[in-house]
């Protein structure tokens, strides 16, 4: 079994622990111990990498380069694990 943290790119898994685990650990070992996010644990991967997204935004509002890593971390996330709350759950990824 994969689990969700490791079918996430190589490059962008350590940072993903560190985000996710920083605000929550209960989340952080689910997704170390299931193949996939339920739809709670994608809205609430989204809404912390978006959380974690806006503090790291120059004065001229441009991401940093922590900023950008964190953006591409989202995508790839809602890439592999996309959420379709017009049908109640998540769509097939």
């Given at each position: 079994?994969?689990?969700?943290?490791?079918?996430?790119?190589?490059?962008?898994r350590s940072l993903f622990a560190e985000v996710i685990g920083s605000r929550d650990v209960a989340l952080l070992s689910s997704?170390?111990?299931h193949p996939e996010p339920e739809l709670a644990e994608r809205l609430a991967v989204e809404d912390i990498l978006?959380?974690?997204?806006t503090?790291?935004?120059?004065a001229d509002d441009e991401p940093t380069r922590r900023g950008?890593?964190?953006?591409?971390?989202?995508?790839?996330?809602?890439?592999?694990?996309?959420?379709?709350?017009?049908?109640?759950?998540?769509?097939?990824?």
């Open positions: 079994m994969t689990s969700v943290v490791e079918s996430l790119p190589a490059e962008m997704l170390l111990a978006s959380t974690e997204f503090t790291c935004l120059q950008r890593d964190i953006d591409n971390l989202l995508g790839a996330f809602l890439l592999q694990w996309p959420i379709d709350l017009e049908k109640g759950h998540p769509a097939s990824g």
